[in-house]
């Protein structure tokens, strides 16, 4: 059963950029959530999709948005990104709440 | 909401050593525990979960952790590290009636030869 694939695995972005993150659960779940790892913060949460919809937000700004398509994919885009927005972007999914989630390798986003 | 406090940032411990890396939840409501692995360069990797049961909880690669509901603690230990078990470990938990998870900030464990 193949695992959470998140593409692309680095990214590098100018201040002012924008930029979409893709990532494709284990087959069958329908939970995906996003967290921000920075060096010191641990794991922030950003945003969990459940059937398409967003079922819980954690406290990023608007800049940060995700959506969720029929097919369990998800995808996050930060807009007008921010020297502080340089993180590892970690993506897991699970079968609903009550099981463990499952983790990509995460895109390593750089912003210069 | 849920919180976890993982006592230590760093832990230094020497080969064939025993070590516990501790972790201490907040929450006012039945949770259910975690604990993942992070290798450099990779995503997080589950240890082993508390849903209920036995409150001494086997994992993965030789790991255990109790649950401690008066303390609640969920404490993970191994009796003989190995190099290889040098990570970045994080306890996470998550309301059994909630959805989202909430981690720690993560212990970086790191085995001496």
């Known amino acids: 059963k193949a695992g959470v694939t998140q593409t692309p695995r680095y990214l590098i972005k100018t201040r002012g950029q924008q930029v979409t993150l893709s990532c494709s659960p284990i087959s069958g779940h329908r939970s995906v959530s996003w967290y921000q790892q920075t060096p010191g913060q641990g794991l922030q949460f950003l945003f969990e999709?459940?059937?398409?919809?967003?079922?819980n937000k954690g406290n990023f700004p608007g800049r940060f948005s995700g959506r969720q398509f029929s097919n369990s994919r998800s995808e996050m885009n930060v807009s007008t990104l921010e020297l502080g927005d340089s993180a590892l972007y970690l993506c897991?999914?699970?079968?609903?709440?009550?099981?463990?989630?499952?983790f990509g390798d995460g895109t390593r986003l750089s912003i210069l | 909401a849920q919180s976890v406090t993982q006592l230590d940032s760093q832990v230094p411990v020497f080969e064939e050593a025993p070590v516990e890396l501790r972790c201490n939840y907040s929450s006012s409501v039945s949770v259910y525990l975690f604990w993942y692995v992070q290798y450099p360069n990779q995503g997080l990797q589950l240890l082993l979960k508390?849903?209920?049961?036995?409150?001494l909880v086997k994992g993965i690669n030789g790991f255990e952790a109790e649950f401690n509901k008066s303390q609640t603690s969920f404490h993970l230990r191994k009796p003989s590290v190995h190099i290889s078990d040098t990570a970045e470990y994080f306890c996470?938990?998550?309301?059994?009636?909630?959805?989202?998870?909430?981690f720690g900030t993560g212990t970086s464990l790191t085995v001496i030869p």
């Open positions: 999709y459940f059937s398409e919809t967003q079922r």
């Open positions: 996470a938990v998550r309301a059994n009636t909630g959805n989202q998870f909430y």
């Open positions: 508390y849903l209920s049961g036995s409150t």
């Open positions: 897991a999914s699970s079968h609903d709440s009550n099981q463990p989630q499952h």
